[in-house]
């Protein structure tokens, strides 16, 4: 039988399997779930186990690792595959259609949290390589190396990494947990940007006052840190944080004209968000904005009473989560400090600051001439009929400059995603298409990289 024969008569399994991990309430952030993502962990080493593969939970001080390898003949190339088992969290619930964890099959598509980010996707290398055993087909030798903390920083991780270089020998790394344009435009990410992410305090009076009696004479903290956040982006949308653009890559104009070449509809593109403008920094396109420009986003604020009816206080401390995406060059512990500095130098005298790091990582490029890249573009082009379009995407997966820096190796972004799969928000989703044909073009790469290198 040929490799896309078991595909084909797979199907239904192959559907059937990921449903049961969906079902899995996998979410590495909330230590309410901890046994959980072990046994999303347990599910995956059976997998391996099912088909005669050596498989291993490696232990950290987080959610274990599931490392697995089939070595062919130590001459043939390797192949290293990374993903994650682990998911973000569910909140809010009640926006969801159906339960996140009670997966639905709807429109051709799958409906759970961890859908596409990155269950779904991870799982397709998993029926890959099972097409590739069953047919006796698979032409290099592989590594899979699937971790439970992506959404929580990867820490554990890079630990691992560290001590086990040796192992992960490896000639690429083939990861897919990104987006394509769109399922008539493949693409393959060569861009990813990196992340620095902080916690504010601002703390006014020693404790929660009267609105009457203190209001207007005491400093409000939030009134204050909202203008300290409103004061981090200029009318131009430029982040005024000093030296935050000093290692920022200019790129050429005719990289920027080639970048916007992608297709791009900004009209389904606000849509799609029900908004009536799309906003940016001013001198870049939609596209260049998400792939090569730095941002600034608040991504939580709270403070003083936000219960039922109205209590009038004026609050004693003001808190927010801040994110800044990095691109190239830019230094994620750099970054850090330098907005921590900032912040502290912008609070008026009424108010105290505290800034908590959290965890980050750097941005990466991925050179579109190495022999991974060919391979999956070839790969791509073989199962859509077109050559994928290089893109740099907004998102982060740190671990990726990591594998560069300790492993001296290039990632293969082929992933398989739709932006509107709704990664991270309620609804999320993943295409049966794209579960099926990315589950095909995996075992081309294979193939192909066995060829070129
Ligand atoms: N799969 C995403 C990264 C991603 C999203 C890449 C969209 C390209 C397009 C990954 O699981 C993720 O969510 N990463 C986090 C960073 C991490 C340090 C928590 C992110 O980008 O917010
Ligand atoms: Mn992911
Ligand atoms: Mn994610």
Same mark, same amino acid.
């Given at each position: 039988?040929t490799?896309?024969?078991?595909?084909?008569?797979?199907?239904?399994?192959?559907?059937?399997e990921l449903?049961?991990?969906?079902?899995?309430?996998?979410?590495?952030?909330?230590?309410?779930?901890? %046994?959980d993502?072990r046994?999303?962990?347990?599910?995956?080493?059976?997998?391996?186990?099912?088909?005669?593969t050596?498989?291993e939970i490696?232990?950290?001080?987080?959610?274990p690792i599931?490392?697995?390898?089939?070595i062919?003949d130590?001459m043939?190339?390797t192949v290293?595959?990374?993903?994650?088992?682990?998911?973000?969290?569910?909140?809010?619930?009640?926006?969801?259609?159906?339960?996140?964890?009670?997966?639905?099959?709807?429109?051709?598509?799958?409906?759970?949290?961890?859908?596409?980010d990155?269950?779904?996707?991870?799982?397709?290398h998993?029926k890959?390589?099972?097409?590739?055993?069953k *047919?006796?087909?698979?032409?290099?030798?592989v590594?899979?190396?699937?971790?439970g =903390?992506?959404e929580?920083?990867?820490?554990?991780?890079?630990v #691992?990494?560290?001590?086990?270089?040796?192992?992960l020998?490896?000639d690429?790394i $083939?990861?897919?947990?990104?987006?394509?344009?769109?399922?008539?435009?493949?693409?393959i990410?060569?861009?990813?940007?990196?992340l620095?992410?902080?916690? /504010?305090?601002?703390?006014?009076?020693?404790?929660?006052?009267?609105?009457?009696?203190?209001?207007?004479?005491?400093?409000?903290?939030i009134?204050?840190?909202c203008? &300290?956040?409103?004061?981090?982006?200029?009318?131009?949308?430029?982040?005024?944080?000093?030296?935050?653009?000093?290692?920022?890559?200019?790129?050429?104009?005719?990289?920027? @004209?080639?970048?916007? $070449?992608?297709? #791009?509809?900004?009209?389904?593109?606000?849509? %799609?968000?029900?908004?009536?403008?799309?906003?940016? =920094?001013?001198?870049? *396109?939609?596209?260049? +904005?998400?792939g090569i420009?730095?941002?600034? @986003?608040?991504?939580?604020?709270w403070g003083?009473?936000?219960?039922?009816?109205a209590?009038?206080?004026?609050?004693?401390?003001?808190?927010?989560k801040?994110? &800044?995406?990095?691109?190239?060059?830019?230094?994620s512990?750099?970054?850090?400090?330098l907005?921590?500095?900032h912040f502290k130098?912008?609070?008026?005298?009424?108010?105290? /600051? +505290?800034? +908590?790091?959290?965890?980050?990582?750097?941005a990466?490029?991925?050179?579109?001439?190495?022999?991974?890249?060919?391979?999956?573009?070839?790969?791509?082009?073989?199962t859509?009929?077109?050559?994928p379009?290089?893109?740099?995407?907004?998102?982060?997966?740190p671990?990726?400059?990591?594998?560069?820096?300790?492993?001296?190796? @290039?990632?293969?972004?082929?992933?398989?995603?739709l932006?509107?799969?709704?990664?991270?928000?309620?609804?999320?989703?993943?295409g049966?298409?794209?579960?099926y +044909?990315g589950?095909?073009?995996?075992t081309?790469?294979?193939?192909?990289?066995?060829?070129?290198?």
């Open positions: 039988m490799t896309l024969t078991y595909i084909e008569e797979n199907k239904g399994k192959f559907l059937d449903l049961a991990l969906l079902r899995i309430p996998s979410v590495s952030a909330d230590s309410k779930f901890k %046994d993502v046994s999303a962990a347990e599910f995956i080493k059976a997998q391996f186990e099912d088909l005669g050596e498989v490696f232990e950290t001080e987080g959610h599931v490392y697995a390898e089939h062919i130590p043939l190339p290293l595959v990374y993903g994650h088992y682990d998911v973000q969290p569910a909140d809010p619930y009640e926006l969801w259609d159906s339960p996140p964890f009670e997966p639905v099959v709807k429109d051709e598509k799958i409906f759970a949290r961890g859908a596409a990155d269950k779904g996707q991870v799982y397709m998993i890959a390589y099972e097409a590739l055993i *047919t006796d087909s698979l032409p290099c030798n590594k899979f190396m699937i971790e =903390e992506e929580v920083g990867s820490h554990n991780l890079s #691992f990494i560290k001590q086990n270089k040796e192992k020998s490896a690429v $083939l990861i897919s947990d990104t987006h394509i344009i769109s399922n008539d435009t493949p693409s990410t060569v861009g990813l940007r990196g620095s992410y902080v916690e /504010v305090e601002v703390t006014g009076p020693n404790r929660d006052l009267h609105s009457g009696t203190f209001g207007g004479v005491v400093g409000n903290p009134n204050t840190l203008r &300290m956040i409103a004061s981090l982006q200029n009318e131009k949308g430029e982040i005024t944080i000093p030296g935050f653009y000093d290692k920022v890559e200019v790129l050429p104009r005719e990289y920027r @004209d080639q970048m916007n $070449l992608a297709p #791009f509809d900004l009209e389904s593109f606000k849509n %799609d968000l029900g908004i009536d403008s799309e906003k940016g =920094e001013e001198g870049y *396109t939609t596209i260049e +904005r998400t420009r730095p941002t600034l @986003d608040v991504n939580g604020i003083g009473y936000t219960g039922e009816g209590k009038t206080v004026l609050p004693s401390k003001a808190h927010a801040i994110s &800044m995406r990095l691109v190239p060059n830019q230094s512990e750099e970054i850090t400090e907005f921590t500095k130098e912008i609070a008026p005298n009424h108010v105290k /600051v +505290r800034v +908590r790091p959290h965890h980050g990582g750097e990466s490029v991925i050179p579109t001439d190495a022999a991974g890249y060919k391979a999956a573009a070839k790969a791509m082009k073989k859509w009929g077109k050559e379009i290089p893109t740099r995407e907004g998102g982060s997966i671990i990726v400059a990591l594998f560069q820096k300790e492993l001296s190796l @290039d990632s293969i972004l082929m992933g398989f995603g932006q509107e799969d709704a990664i991270h928000s309620p609804n999320e989703s993943y049966l298409f794209n579960y +044909r589950i095909e073009t995996i081309h790469f294979y193939q192909f990289f066995t060829e070129i290198k």
